[in-house]
């Protein structure tokens, strides 16, 4: 991997002096039209075919309860007024007791006209299409055609939104283009539409407010506009703080806000947390600069080239969002395979952007984006003509056509646990669950399992054995083995039935 990164930086960088030395000979001025014809022809491209793989990967079983199959049945529920209900995270029968997320109310009219996950799928491409847009008008004004183009070409081949696009559905995506609209008003002084997209953004996820408070500081410290700045600082902060330490765990049986777990290194409370970031920031810092924390952050820079690091006091903005995600215990908080990173990358671009460039360095920026941008495309990224592109996750094989099949002969309203793989096919219900995480066995009319496929979160000899106990079990009868699914129905009446239950 530090080949990977070497390689890509040394690569980029030779072509960027070739392009600072010959840029005074061969430059040129892009037309407009031109660029802005290849930019939007790429935004269709990007989003008709990462729509087609998105929903592929679905129909071929490779979506998870974790989390396709939770905001599935989050919105399901929600569109039959049963509002943020779920029964997936079996701590919490609401959803805002993990997260508060009262945005995912808007597809509730989309699941009203097509209630389906793959709806969630090609809303969060669109989502992160449109990130794109304002990243690209704004270039456009300060950098002209040409580096504008190339700036939104780096932007659709970085492997951090391809990932983000892929990986299910989750909230946090819907964030990236309230915010690349905001920072795009923030910097047009364009104050009633930057105000505006920033408190809609605010809904689709707790920590959010941790941006709005950076951007109130940059407003403040970096634009001189002291009262604007300070009451978004005072906002940010004062909602990212209640929402975890009141909000959420109002909604939570524990009453307790269930991630702080992956801060148990800084603290057992949000207190302890806090306490620790303020008043030990030489252990904090050491918590974030493990070796493949800063692979993360190298993943993030490089198909930039660095470049964002050319203007440090607007970079400053993404730092608190970068510290929650690096301070986290669980390495996938810090992965641009997950889908944490989806609010950093509209501040990494616009950082990008703001930098101040002599003309002749543009040709150099040219090379250096477009260089490091196809490298990481070929070297990290998932989508087709990538050395990580994996083509099975994308075909609907004879085995996913049978496990379709099979997913029909359980009724719509029988209660259900199923395999990860298997939930977001069945969460259009009241009560599904990812097994073995349940709230019982005896409350279940089905089990579905797939003996060929993600046995998550079990290691294989754990599994077989847990099927056999099953098929061993009188309870269960089997109602279909075929191909190694298993779809197992309960023979005796389950306890709600037995005491009037529904």
């Known amino acids: 991997?530090?080949?990977?990164?070497?390689?890509?930086?040394?690569?980029?960088?030779?072509?960027?002096?070739?392009?600072?030395?010959?840029?005074?000979?061969?430059?040129?001025?892009?037309?407009?039209?031109?660029?802005?014809?290849?930019?939007?022809?790429?935004?269709?491209?990007?989003?008709?075919?990462?729509?087609i793989l998105a929903v592929l990967r679905h129909d071929a079983f490779h979506s998870h309860a974790y989390d396709l199959g939770i905001f599935d049945q989050v919105i399901w529920n929600s569109a039959r007024g049963?509002?943020?209900q779920n029964s997936i995270m079996v701590d919490?029968?609401?959803?805002?007791?993990?997260?508060?997320?009262?945005?995912?109310?808007?597809?509730?009219?989309?699941?009203?006209?097509?209630?389906?996950?793959?709806?969630?799928?090609?809303?969060?491409?669109l989502a992160l299409t449109a990130t794109a847009l304002p990243i690209y008008w704004w270039a456009r004004e300060r950098l002209g055609p040409g580096l504008s183009l190339a700036v939104g070409t780096t932007y659709f081949l970085s492997p951090a939104v391809a990932y983000v696009a892929l990986f299910d559905f989750h909230e946090i995506a819907l964030a990236a283009p309230l915010l690349s609209f905001a920072l795009y008003f923030m910097f047009k002084r364009r104050d009633l539409p930057f105000l505006l997209a920033l408190l809609i953004a605010l809904l689709a996820k707790e920590e959010i407010g941790i941006v709005v408070a950076a951007l109130g500081l940059y407003l403040a410290l970096g634009q001189r506009r002291l009262w604007l700045g300070a009451g978004l600082f005072v906002l940010g902060a004062a909602w990212a703080y209640s929402m975890v330490t009141m909000v959420i765990p109002a909604f939570h049986p524990s009453g307790k806000f269930y991630f702080a777990l992956r801060y148990t290194k800084l603290g057992a409370s949000q207190g302890e947390i806090l306490g620790t970031v303020l008043t030990r920031p030489i252990y904090t810092l050491g918590l974030m600069l493990n070796y493949s924390k800063l692979q993360y952050v190298h993943h993030l820079l490089v198909p930039l080239g660095y470049l964002p690091l050319l203007s440090p006091g607007l970079l400053a903005v993404s730092l608190p969002s970068l510290a929650y995600l690096l301070l986290q215990d669980d390495f996938s908080q810090a992965a641009i395979i997950t889908q944490y990173s989806a609010p950093l990358l509209p501040l990494l671009f616009f950082v990008l952007i703001q930098g101040r460039q002599r003309p002749r360095v543009r040709g150099a920026m040219v090379g250096l984006l477009l260089t490091a941008g196809f490298l990481s495309y070929y070297l990290h990224g998932p989508l087709p003509f990538s050395r990580s592109f994996d083509q099975t996750q994308y075909v609907v094989t004879p085995h996913a056509q049978v496990g379709q099949r099979l997913l029909l002969r359980v009724p719509p309203e029988a209660r259900v646990a199923a395999q990860s793989d298997l939930v977001?096919?069945?969460?259009?219900?009241?009560?599904?669950?990812?097994?073995?995480?349940?709230?019982?066995?005896?409350?279940l009319d089905y089990l579905f399992l797939d003996r060929k496929g993600n046995n998550y979160p079990f290691d294989d000899a754990d599994y077989e054995e847990m099927v056999a106990g099953l098929l061993a079990d009188p309870a269960w009868g089997i109602e279909a083995d075929e191909d190694g699914y298993l779809l197992l129905r309960r023979r005796e009446p389950r306890l709600g039935r037995l005491f009037g239950g529904g």
Request: cysteine-free; hydrophobic content about 55%.
């Open 92 to 125: 919490s029968p609401s959803f805002l007791g993990h997260h508060f997320s009262p945005l995912l109310l808007a597809l509730v009219p989309l699941y009203w006209v097509w209630p389906d996950p793959r709806a969630l799928l090609l809303t969060q491409v």
């Open 1 to 51: 991997m530090a080949t990977d990164f070497g390689l890509i930086l040394a690569l980029s960088f030779g072509v960027a002096m070739v392009g600072y030395l010959l840029w005074p000979r061969f430059s040129f001025q892009l037309p407009k039209s031109l660029a802005d014809g290849l930019f939007y022809g790429m935004a269709v491209l990007f989003m008709a075919s990462v729509s």
């Open 82 to 84: 049963r509002l943020f």
């Open 424 to 443: 977001p096919h069945l969460s259009q219900r009241e009560t599904v669950f990812m097994f073995p995480w349940m709230r019982g066995m005896e409350n």
